[in-house]
């Protein structure tokens, strides 16, 4: 008695397992980018802004001309830009004036990193309660882990204030090597925190630097 051969192929079932299996990996796969490009972003920008905070120093201390880091957020973008700006130009109030026009604040604007760009990046909650992170290492122990305020810049930062345009942290850099804080009263130093904006896991990264000796260090 013959028997007949099942026909090569694959059942309406089997097909749709398939895809199934395949929508699964796709969408795994699409969140481990998401995540790593994330992360990428976090630790990007930490060393960028870093890297700002030393070029500040040397051009400050080669020139013999006061430079500024502007970290500001009107709410809708964040961003951090290096400013070479002399005192002979007069004081500026850099906890209420708007830090973000160059015509108002007068002097040269260098390098503008515009971190609002870069989807995926926000800010730490400093006042957030971390296990994993209780209090900075030696030489940057004086400076309090306390957020200058609530959401975004503020909520990351321990120097900023809130001022005409949005949120602002200054640090200036003298020529004669010194580091001091324009913005927040933050006389020891100063801490900027970047972690994924989407507050998914992932480790942000610190950047901080102590006043009024200049140490710059990225955790």
Not at 46 to 69: C, D, I, K, N, W
Request: with cysteine; proline share 6%; net charge negative.
């Amino acid at each position: 008695m013959s028997t007949r051969s099942r026909s090569a192929g694959f059942t309406l079932v089997e097909l749709l397992v398939a895809v199934a299996v395949l929508g699964i990996l796709a969408t795994l796969a699409g969140l481990a980018v998401f995540h790593g490009t994330s992360r990428v972003r976090v630790s990007n920008a930490a060393f960028e802004v870093g890297a700002l905070y030393t070029a500040a120093q040397m051009r400050a201390t080669s020139m013999g001309v006061p430079h500024y880091v502007v970290f500001h957020d009107d709410g809708s973008e964040f961003g951090v830009f290096l400013l070479e700006r002399a005192d002979s130009l007069g004081t500026f109030n850099w906890a209420s004036d708007d830090v973000a026009n160059p015509a108002t604040v007068g002097g040269v604007q260098h390098e503008h990193l515009r971190l609002s760009h870069e989807s995926g990046l926000g800010f730490l909650d400093l006042g957030a309660p971390r296990p994993d992170f209780h209090a900075l290492p030696a030489p940057f122990t004086a400076i309090p882990l306390t957020p200058s305020g609530s959401g975004r810049l503020l909520g990351g930062c321990t120097f900023c204030s809130e001022g005409t345009g949005g949120a602002r942290g200054v640090i200036r850099f003298s020529p004669d090597g010194t580091v001091q804080v324009m913005t927040g009263g933050a006389e020891a130093g100063g801490v900027i925190a970047f972690a994924p904006d989407s507050r998914t896991s992932g480790p942000p990264r610190w950047v901080v630097i102590a006043a009024p000796a200049g140490a710059i260090r990225v955790f």
